[in-house]
C-alpha cells in the first residue's frame, strides 16, 4: 500500500475487460447489486483516504511503463474513472 510505503511501489495495470467478465457482473448481478457493491468498495476507499495525510498524498507509486505518481494523482484518476462510469449509467437510464 502506498500510504505505508517508504519508498515507490509498483502498481501493475489490469485488464478491464477481462475483470468485468471474470467477476461476471452483467451476468449474475442486478443493475441495484451492482450499483451497491460500488457503494461499499467506494466507502472503504473513502475510509482509507481519510486516514491518508498530506505527507501520504505526495509518496510516488511506479507505474507499468516504470513513470512514477502521486497518491494523489491516482485519487485525481480514480474519480475521474468513476465519472466516466457514472455518466455509462445515466445514458443508460435515459
Given at each position: ?52 495525510t498530506s505527507f501520504d498524498s ?31 449509467i445515466i445514458q443508460k437510464q435515459?
Open positions: 500500500m502506498i500510504k505505508h510505503s517508504t519508498s515507490p511501489i509498483k502498481i501493475e495495470s489490469y485488464a478491464q475487460n477481462e475483470w468485468v467478465a471474470a467477476n461476471q457482473y452483467q451476468e449474475v448481478f442486478s443493475y441495484v447489486d451492482v450499483i451497491h457493491l460500488w457503494k461499499l468498495l467506494n466507502k472503504q476507499i473513502i475510509n482509507v483516504l481519510n486516514s491518508c505526495k509518496k510516488r507509486f511506479q507505474k507499468d511503463d516504470h513513470s512514477t505518481e502521486t497518491l494523489q494523482w491516482l485519487v485525481d484518476d480514480y474519480i475521474q474513472h468513476l465519472r466516466h462510469h457514472l455518466e455509462k435515459d
